[in-house]
């Protein structure tokens, strides 16, 4: 049996899965995140990608059965899902799942959001699609609402978190990503669902529970936040303008 996506045929009734997990100065939690995403996907393969820390992430990672890629400097979020996606199309993987290292994201529920890339090439895990409570700090929240309100227009299908970094990405998407992937400031979650959009791709989202932070810092403050609105938008349209990238058999 195959599962039909935009991508194309898969060739077995499974999957070949890999689980990003993009990891910063989280030696405080990675051992536990780790232990639970191996639990949860015991067949999927673990990628994790120390981007640049300063503690014993990567050498807490190294203790388990998974692979690590270590960055010699700091390159964001969207630096570590390149080296990811780049590993992920080298080795001819099916799914992509996009996991954080800081402990927010529950890892047993990844496989809906892995089984709804037979449908859609890009799956958001929503925190606030599940009918379960998220804390979120007033203006904080009402960025991401409003965010979220743009990128359902610029994706044409509704979307309720559009900057969460639970994901799951299709072979099709993949590819794209592996050779171009926004790494700046909001690229990795805003400009890169415009590029998939441009790209032909599809955009979804499923509904999560997601948990607070168990480590580290969270990257945005109630300062930085009142801003985040207008970035986003002013990186919308960065995406929108930008030369479309060519790479042959993804992109119509």
């Given at each position: 049996m195959t599962h039909q996506t935009q991508g194309g045929d898969w060739p077995t009734a499974e999957p070949r899965v890999l689980v990003v997990m993009p990891a910063f100065n989280e030696a405080a939690c990675i051992a536990t995140v780790l232990t639970?995403?191996?639990?949860?996907?015991?067949?999927?393969?673990?990628?994790?990608?120390?981007?640049?820390?300063?503690?014993?992430?990567?050498?807490?990672?190294?203790?388990?059965?998974?692979?690590?890629?270590?960055?010699?400097?700091?390159?964001?979020?969207?630096?570590?899902?390149?080296?990811?996606?780049?590993?992920?199309?080298?080795?001819?993987?099916?799914?992509?799942?996009?996991i954080d290292a800081d402990g927010q994201h529950v890892a047993s529920q990844a496989q809906a959001l892995i089984d709804a890339t037979a449908h859609v090439d890009i799956v958001i895990g929503s925190r606030f699609g599940s009918g379960v409570g998220y804390d979120v700090h007033l203006v904080r929240g009402t960025s991401m609402r409003l965010v979220a309100r743009l990128m359902s227009l610029v994706v044409g299908n509704t979307l309720t978190d559009s900057t969460s970094g639970f994901r799951a990405f299709s072979k099709a998407a993949i590819e794209l990503f592996a050779h171009h992937y926004p790494c700046e400031y909001l690229g990795d979650t805003v400009e890169s669902l415009v590029l998939a959009r441009r790209s032909g791709l599809r955009v979804g989202e499923v509904g999560v529970v997601m948990r607070q932070r168990a480590g580290g810092r969270p990257s945005q403050g109630t300062v930085s936040s009142i801003g985040y609105a207008g970035r986003a938008v002013a990186t919308v349209f960065l995406g929108m303008v930008r030369a479309k990238p060519v790479t042959g058999g993804v992109l119509r």
């Open positions: 639970e995403v191996l639990d949860a996907l015991p067949a999927a393969d673990v990628l994790v990608v120390d981007d640049g820390s300063a503690d014993a992430t990567a050498a807490i990672a190294r203790r388990f059965p998974v692979k690590v890629a270590r960055h010699s400097f700091n390159m964001g979020v969207g630096g570590a899902m390149r080296t990811g996606f780049r590993y992920a199309s080298a080795n001819a993987y099916d799914v992509v799942v996009q």
